[in-house]
């Protein structure tokens, strides 16, 4: 039995819609049950039946007064993963729509069937999921997207086109075994019994709730503490992970292997290590501190203090324009340059010569931010000044020269 659409009436939707029978059906309940929606379609122009289709659609929306959009593409732009850039290609059309016509939400047809051919394809496939399935609500393409139909079968949206007289058209493609969902639902969905899909369903939602329950525990942690990290077990260690990855770059994912070398890496006795994760990402260990930072090329810096006066950079704040306080920096020593550390320099504290590597060291100062730390050099190009690096530091009105990090 389908019951009425878990819908807001007050909103506009943006239908996702093939002209098969499941967003056929969910297009027909749409119409009958009072909501304010339009269609998108997309035909790619890869079966001799699409025109049809697509002209067919056209029709129906005509004679219901429900405005359509139509992308009509060319076979001759695809390349390697047909599914993939289909995917991409109707997205970003559908995205361009909802916000030309300020959509509350993108509605997809996605069923039950579909729900456990995801499930099994990920069981296949392996590595890490941000859940198991198909959820109903989810951002797509920076969409608020919903799927209102997941309670339901392929074989229940059928009986409802049929029982409705809804017009609808099975894609050819979709009887082949080129693609691996196919083969799952030939072979395995199409023949379980209702008790084996009940049970599929009932394995994908302890799992999910499983996922909610950590991502609940991991939102009340510090996870940028090691300590704290290593308290967890493999599966919610590997979501934090995936969770501080996300703060620098959001579709990163860190799979179980590479948990694992990153576990290794927090145990070992080294206090700052730099792990690439990928092009533009590394892992960051700096003492007790966890995190991940974009892989960037440090640019070196450079700033000229002619005489006493003001500078603000996105490195530092410096006003020696009412003297140097406590720097032992006099007016024989300008123009002073403002620059980030190098590896070879060295100031003398007390009578002794310190190379400044040592200093940051002593500080257990983080390596992202040595490379950027700045050092003050007079006109003989003798570093004068370094500013002490302080985990806690706490910015006051008083100080004339601080970093920004």
Not at 246 to 260: G, H, M, T, V
Request: glycine share 2%; aromatic share 12%.
């Amino acid at each position: 039995m389908i019951k009425p659409l878990d819908l807001d009436k007050n909103k506009k939707y943006l239908l996702a819609c093939s002209f098969g029978p499941d967003s056929m059906a969910l297009f027909h309940m749409l119409k009958v049950q009072g909501y304010n929606f339009m269609v998108a379609h997309v035909n790619y122009n890869v079966r001799p039946e699409a025109k049809y289709e697509t002209d067919t659609l056209n029709a129906i929306c005509a004679q219901n007064d429900i405005e359509i959009e139509i992308y009509s593409c060319k076979f001759s732009i695809f390349s390697g993963n047909f599914e993939s850039k289909a995917r991409d290609i109707r997205y970003n059309f559908f995205k361009e729509i909802y916000y030309k016509n300020n959509i509350d939400a993108l509605l997809v047809a996605h069923q039950q069937d579909d729900v456990i051919e995801t499930y099994f394809l990920q069981q296949k496939r392996g590595g890490y999921f941000d859940n198991f399935g198909i959820v109903r609500e989810v951002k797509v393409f920076d969409m608020i997207t919903i799927r209102p139909l997941l309670d339901y079968s392929k074989q229940e949206l059928l009986q409802y086109c049929l029982d409705n007289h809804v017009p609808y058209a099975i894609d050819s493609s979709n009887s082949s075994d080129d693609f691996s969902r196919n083969v799952i639902r030939h072979n395995i969905v199409s023949k379980m019994s209702q008790s084996e899909r009940e049970n599929t369903i009932n394995e994908i939602n302890s799992l999910n709730q499983n996922i909610a329950a950590i991502n609940k525990k991991l939102a009340s942690l510090n996870i940028n503490d090691k300590a704290t990290l290593l308290k967890l077990n493999d599966e919610e260690f590997q979501r934090a992970l995936v969770f501080l990855a996300r703060q620098i770059k959001q579709d990163a994912s860190i799979s179980s292997k590479l948990s694992e070398e990153i576990k290794k890496i927090l145990i070992s006795e080294k206090p700052n290590v730099y792990f690439k994760v990928s092009n533009n990402l590394i892992f960051n260990k700096e003492y007790d501190w966890v995190s991940f930072i974009k892989d960037e090329k440090t640019s070196d810096y450079s700033y000229v203090l002619q005489s006493p006066g003001k500078l603000e950079t996105q490195y530092f704040y410096l006003d020696f324009t009412n003297g140097h306080g406590d720097k032992k920096i006099t007016l024989d020593d300008y123009p002073l340059t403002i620059r980030n550390a190098k590896e070879d320099d060295e100031i003398r504290i007390n009578n002794y010569v310190c190379r400044a590597r040592r200093l940051f060291i002593d500080w257990k100062m983080p390596l992202s931010v040595r490379k950027k730390w700045p050092v003050i050099v007079n006109k003989s190009g003798t570093v004068i000044y370094i500013p002490r690096y302080r985990k806690n530091f706490k910015l006051n009105d008083e100080l004339n020269f601080y970093v920004k990090m």
